[in-house]
């Protein structure tokens, strides 16, 4: 079984560009995170999808970042324009769709903001 | 708020030594228990988790935790480490349903000497 995909694995963007991240969860699995993971923290949920609604997105600083998910199966997050603070892993996560079903996650994507 | 906290940030240890790393919760009520690792440069995975029943809950690669609710806790065990175990160790709970989010400790780096 495939697991999650996520591209680029790196990113190195000057302040004030925009980024954009993508995701691919493992096949049939309904809910999605993105979740921003600062070095030395633990993973802070940016937002979540059950199919291509929005379940929680009550940490996502709006302003600056977007996340779609239209047909329920892959996923894009954009932050626009990126500031020094943006710098930090990015990870992708998928459950199959039980409260009790294990989250997978992707590799992440490392982004620095110079 | 809803919080979980790890009480090692880092710890050493020689190989065959015992391990325990301390988690603490702060929900009321009924919470899920989540103990992931991510190994250098590889995906967060799940050790183990705790939903209900037995307290005391096997994991991968001899790894155990027990849930001790009267102390809002949910301590990782081993009783020999090897080097391969060295990673980062994160703690997570959530409140039963659906939709309720992981909350992250800040995570334990672990390094085992050989």
């Known amino acids: 079984e495939a697991g999650v995909a996520q591209s680029p694995r790196y990113k190195i963007i000057e302040k004030r560009q925009s980024v954009a991240f993508w995701c691919n969860p493992i096949?049939?699995?309904?809910?999605l995170y993105w979740y921003q993971q600062i070095l030395g923290q633990g993973p802070k949920l940016l937002i979540q999808f059950q199919n291509n609604g929005v379940v929680d997105d009550s940490q996502l600083p709006k302003d600056r970042f977007s996340a779609e998910r239209l047909k329920g199966v892959d996923s894009t997050l954009k932050i626009q324009p990126a500031k020094l603070e943006d710098s930090a892993v990015y990870l992708c996560a998928s459950r199959l769709g039980r409260p009790s079903d294990t989250q997978y996650f992707g590799p992440g994507t490392r982004l620095t903001v110079l | 708020a809803q919080s979980v906290s790890q009480h090692n940030h880092h710890v050493i240890l020689s190989e065959a030594a015992s391990l325990e790393l301390g988690c603490n919760y702060s929900?009321?009520?009924?919470?899920?228990l989540f103990w992931y690792v991510q190994y250098p440069g590889q995906h967060l995975q799940l050790l183990l988790k705790?939903?209900?029943?037995d307290p005391l809950v096997k994991g991968i690669k001899g790894f155990e935790a027990e849930f001790i609710k009267s102390k809002f806790s949910f301590n990782l065990r081993k009783p020999s480490v090897q080097w391969s175990d060295t990673a980062e160790y994160f703690c997570a709970a959530k409140a039963p349903g659906n939709n309720r989010k992981l909350i992250w400790g800040l995570g334990t780096s672990l390094a085992v000497n050989p």
């Open positions: 705790y939903f209900s029943g």
């Open positions: 929900y009321g009520g009924t919470v899920n």
């Open positions: 096949s049939g699995h309904a809910t």
